[in-house]
């Protein structure tokens, strides 16, 4: 059983095609870049994993079961760090992890247990009762990672979750992202930090123009001591027809 | 989890959330309401109220307040919902319950039952101001409070209804000051439907909210003027009516999901 199944997955804004009949599938256990330049469908395609989007076509998987059909069996499994502040603001950091642990159907006792974990992890304790307004961006970005962690999902998908941390916090979290791949989950990370992905990706896909226009383990973009930005920069703009490929 | 199973520990934590919120801001949520009504009371009922004479056997103020209550309970019960959802909408907070594992029925009740919960709340207090002018009898508790709730849900349906429907916070406050402000005041909340002009009459028995208000008057003080059987039938067919339509636009993710 795959850990992500997309098959054909069309998404459509009016008369703009968003994402164009994609396909691709995540092992379990895999930790899978998701690469494209600004506008080129990752972001949509992460918001029709998870039930943000709705889509025209297509399937989607998560651990065999379908996105849609079985829609709440399928979001206990997902766990989403999303690119964009999508929060209450006004609410402190603990309670934003509390409440959300509880929609995901986690009792009182135990989520006690697992609010108390992700602030410890994420190094939030001294901010626990702050509002998340008054937090910093950095600070922010970890209280996303937190609260997508908080529910113990199997698939972590994590839209961009380093851009605005600092250097040392950049540094922890990959090491805990590798402890956390290392312990079974799956990851899909999208990033425009090409050296993050190489060093902690095992496959990458590149989305551009809405298709795939490559997916490979990590050692096909690197071949021949290639860095994986040269890769990248030769398949995107070989897609959108500016390059020189 | 079950497919049709309740989210019991989800639902839990989403009203109890929203139902804090209500508390934790009560000046704005609560103590707004409460002191616009007191003043009501003070002035249409006890004052002004002094100097008119009984309806149907009770004194003014004992009259007017059904409707008083009524008024701020389909506020509160609108309110609630229109701007709860209309902020989780505009802050994407929303993405919160789209993500998570709660079915839209679950999402639905969270919303309605803080809306009923802030306009019992809301009417009870408005009640305790005028036991200070009145005796304010209740003639029938149970009727009166079946009454408030099935009018809150009501309320609470049609303000997420409107949170979906705006884009903006103009068109947000557009249905209360044209919609709900005006068929409040034709509904017979200050007036027997037999002070109106005979010519307009019409327009009291066909706005819905006169069948809200008669009913509470009905159960408090005894003053009956509507049939209860229409009303009836108006409540519990907006009930269903609002409620599908909600629960239909949260399933096609109407302006919540892009």
């Known amino acids: ?245 | 989890m079950a497919p049709n199973s309740i989210n019991w520990i989800a639902l839990y934590t989403f009203v109890a959330r929203e139902t804090g919120r209500v508390f934790r801001i009560w000046i704005q949520t609560l103590g707004a309401p409460w002191s616009s009504a007191f003043l009501y009371i003070l002035i249409f009922g006890f004052v002004v109220g002094q100097r008119i004479d009984e309806i149907s056997g009770v004194p003014y103020i004992d009259f007017v307040l059904p409707g008083l209550i009524m008024m701020n309970v389909m506020m509160a019960a609108f309110s609630h919902t229109s701007f709860a959802l209309y902020i989780m909408k505009w802050i994407r907070s929303i993405d919160e319950l789209l993500t998570a594992p709660l079915s839209y029925l679950e999402m639905i009740a969270g919303f309605m039952i803080a809306g009923v919960v802030r306009a019992v709340v809301t009417g009870i207090g408005v009640y305790l101001m005028a036991v200070f002018f009145t005796i304010a009898t209740i003639n029938n508790f149970f009727l009166a409070l079946v009454y408030i709730v099935a009018i809150s849900i009501i309320f609470s349906a049609a303000g997420m209804l409107v949170a979906l429907w705006s884009k903006n916070f103009e068109q947000l406050s557009l249905p209360s000051i044209f919609i709900i402000t005006p068929l409040t005041f034709l509904g017979g909340v200050f007036n027997s439907i037999d002070m109106m002009p005979p010519t307009l009459q019409w327009i009291v028995r066909i706005n819905p909210f006169f069948y809200f208000v008669d009913g509470l008057r009905c159960s408090m003080v005894g003053v009956c003027e509507a049939n209860a059987w229409i009303g009836a039938g108006i409540i519990a067919g907006l009930t269903l009516g609002l409620g599908y339509w909600v629960w239909y636009l949260f399933k096609i993710g109407y302006k919540i999901r892009e």
């Open chain 1, 1 to 245: 059983m795959k850990a992500l199944e997309i098959d054909k997955l069309r998404k459509s804004y009016g008369s703009t095609d968003a994402v164009k009949e994609i396909s691709f599938s995540i092992e379990p256990g895999e930790f899978f870049g998701f690469l494209g330049p600004n506008g080129a469908g990752k972001t949509t395609t992460i918001k029709c994993i998870t039930g943000i989007a709705s889509f025209q076509g297509g399937t989607i998987k998560v651990f065999g079961i379908d996105v849609v059909a079985d829609y709440r069996r399928a979001r206990t499994k997902i766990g989403l760090a999303p690119q964009d502040f999508n929060v209450d603001i006004f609410a402190k950091a603990s309670d934003i992890l509390w409440y959300v642990a509880g929609y995901y159907g986690i009792p009182s006792a135990l989520r006690k247990k697992r609010v108390a974990d992700a602030l410890e992890r994420f190094d939030l304790g001294s901010h626990a009762d702050k509002r998340f307004e008054a937090l910093s961006g950095g600070l922010k970005r970890r209280l996303m990672l937190a609260r997508a962690m908080v529910h113990d999902p199997d698939l972590l998908i994590l839209d961009e979750p380093t851009a605005g941390v600092d250097v040392e916090m950049r540094h922890d979290l990959w090491r805990y992202l590798q402890d956390l791949n290392k312990s079974g989950k799956t990851v899909l990370l999208t990033s425009h930090y090409l050296e993050e992905v190489e060093m902690l990706c095992n496959r990458i896909a590149i989305i551009s123009g809405g298709k795939i226009a490559a997916i490979g383990d990590k050692s096909e973009f690197t071949m021949g001591g290639k860095k994986l930005e040269q890769t990248y920069l030769e398949v995107t703009k070989g897609v959108n027809g500016n390059g020189t490929k």
